[in-house]
């Protein structure tokens, strides 16, 4: 069965550095989506790309967060300078949204912690 | 702004019992998805309802959809321990966007 994967697994860094977190998205799928989970908190949405650019952001997503499409299978999200806040799960999904196959993929997710 | 509210938030139950869980929602959709997550797992995809009245059912669960109430109900049959996970509703105003999440139900299912 297709799944979306993401790497790394985990992402340790220091405060101010930058990260980059990877995603391969479902392969006939159309949109694209992170979104993050602080320990113990519920699931929040950053940002959703469709048509090669952002269809929508949250006010989470500043000026310090981008997202690519560099190729036809990866989908990144760059944290250019992280904060200690940053810390969190963060989860790749990806969906059809053709008006049957409506479900959106999750995948395993990156577990980034900065000091 | 939307907003999803489930309760209960934590839940804890005998095996064998019944329960259901209930998530509200604050605008008109029609799109309702149900995950569950087990600890420091990813979200995997119960059920989705796309239209009022709609009920889906997989095993010991049943997911149903009233958007008239702005409501959908996760329902438990019986439950068996391996149901212990928490449980996420969340809302799509249209084919695509964003979803929205609830604060997640913990279900705890003792033998």
């Known amino acids: 069965e297709p799944e979306v994967t993401q790497t790394p697994s985990h992402q340790v860094t220091q405060m101010g550095q930058e990260v980059i977190l990877r995603c391969v998205p479902i392969s006939n799928h159309l949109y694209f989506y992170w979104y993050r989970q602080i320990l113990g908190q519920k699931v929040e949405f950053l940002v959703s790309f469709y048509n090669n650019e952002i269809s929508e952001k949250s006010e989470i997503f500043d000026d310090q967060f981008s997202v690519e499409r560099p190729d036809g299978s990866n989908f990144t ?18 969906s059809a949204a053709d008006g049957y196959q409506e479900t959106q993929y999750f995948g395993p997710g990156t577990r980034l912690l900065v000091l | 702004e939307l907003k999803v509210e489930q309760n209960p938030l934590f839940l804890s139950m005998q095996e064998g019992k019944n329960y259901t869980i209930y998530c509200n929602y604050s605008t008109t959709s029609d799109r309702l998805y149900w995950y569950r997550q087990d600890p420091g797992k990813s979200l995997e995809s119960l059920f989705v309802l796309l239209s009022n009245g709609a009920v889906k059912q997989e095993g010991r669960l049943m997911a149903s959809l009233d958007t008239k109430a702005r409501l959908s109900t996760l329902h438990i049959t019986a439950a068996v321990h391996d149901l212990s996970a928490t449980y996420f509703c969340a809302v799509a105003e249209t084919s695509g966007s964003r979803l929205t999440f609830g604060e997640g139900t913990q279900l705890t299912v003792n033998p």
């Open chain 1, 77 to 94: 999200l760059k944290i250019r300078s992280t904060k200690l806040e940053d810390s969190a799960m963060y989860f790749c999904a990806s």
